[in-house]
């Protein structure tokens, strides 16, 4: 399964709802929403700084990383900016791969 790094940034509703309801209850939520797609969540904390919050899950797809974000979306609560994740390992891969790309010239 392919991680993901989840930015994000709550409206001025999603902070009310959260202001309600309490971090672990948006937590238990996060995680519901991960696991109904078949992944795990690994880690979600809340930060003071450009982002309200960030989370780690686990994903079978992009698919699966798009609908979560994409429900989020459209709560109208925050929003999202998902990242896939690449290990060490997936970046020995991408180093190897040799393409044709070839920098502009002046």
Not at 22 to 40: F, P, W, Y
């Amino acid at each position: 399964m392919a991680k993901y790094l989840v930015t994000v940034n709550y409206t001025a509703e999603g902070a009310k709802g959260l202001r309600a309801e309490g971090g672990t209850k948006r937590a238990h939520v996060v995680q519901m929403s991960v696991e109904s797609l078949g992944g795990k969540l690994e880690s979600m904390y809340f930060t003071m700084g450009q982002h309200d919050a960030i989370v780690i899950a686990e994903l079978p797809d992009n698919v699966a990383a798009a609908a979560i974000s994409l429900a989020v979306g459209a709560s109208g609560a925050a929003r999202c900016v998902t990242a896939p994740l690449l290990t060490p390992s997936d970046m020995d891969h991408v180093v190897s791969k040799n393409t044709a790309y070839r920098p502009p010239t002046a």
